[in-house]
């Protein structure tokens, strides 16, 4: 099985190989359409902003290349926002893959944004989360989130409820990080690697 992580200049990157490199999967990582579209799987990470990751997208046309593949593919973190319609943060127009906007948490006193640490999903309704416990814990970082729409599949509360976890046909997506998740995030590493 032939596994990609798409280059695109955001971070946690490796981060993502040793998770990868723990599950005995070996992978490629880069910005080659030829090698994207050949790939069995596509995992999207990253983390960083939201319009400097689009501007590579661009330059590398893998704004158009991505939402044409058909492979299983996954996105986390900043991934799963571009994968949305527009982001919030420097008013970034995204792929539109998940047609649902990406909004900031609005600052309540006494809680901070970004959200950063662990927290518990529910609500599941994909097959990556199949194996789960309920309310499992894992771990966010982030000051934009997706609200819960038609495509959600796990969802957590902060501030609001929003999207842990997007789906559309091919295209699944998480906003916490898996790669950091313990064997909550494992599983769903897993289980995305062989569905």
């Known amino acids: 099985m032939k596994t990609v992580i798409i280059k695109y200049n955001a971070g946690n990157v490796q981060s993502v190989m040793y998770a990868l490199e723990r599950l005995g999967v070996s992978y490629i990582y880069t910005d080659e359409e030829s090698e994207i579209r050949s790939a069995d799987r596509v995992i999207f990470p990253g983390v960083g902003e939201a319009s400097t990751a689009m501007a590579y997208l661009k330059e590398k ?9 058909k492979q299983p593919f996954f996105g986390t973190c900043i991934g799963m926002q571009l994968m949305c319609k527009h982001s919030e943060e420097n008013d970034t127009k995204c792929m539109g893959i998940f047609d649902v906007d990406v909004r900031r948490f609005s600052a ?8 950063m640490g662990w927290n518990n999903i ?19 970082v982030h ?6 729409c038609e495509y959600t599949v796990a969802s ?12 559309k046909d091919n295209f699944h997506a998480a906003q916490f990080h898996c790669e950091i998740s313990g064997g909550v995030g494992q599983q769903i590493m897993e289980n995305f690697l062989k569905n």
């Open 156 to 167: 957590c509360d902060y501030i609001v409820p929003f999207s842990a976890m997007l789906k």
């Open 143 to 148: 000051s934009y989130a997706a609200p819960i």
């Open 122 to 140: 529910s609500n599941y309704g994909s097959e990556l989360t199949q194996g789960l416990p309920d309310n499992a814990y894992v771990y966010f």
């Open 108 to 115: 309540i006193p006494g809680i901070k944004v970004p959200h």
């Open 61 to 69: 046309k893998l704004d158009l290349l991505i939402p044409e593949l």
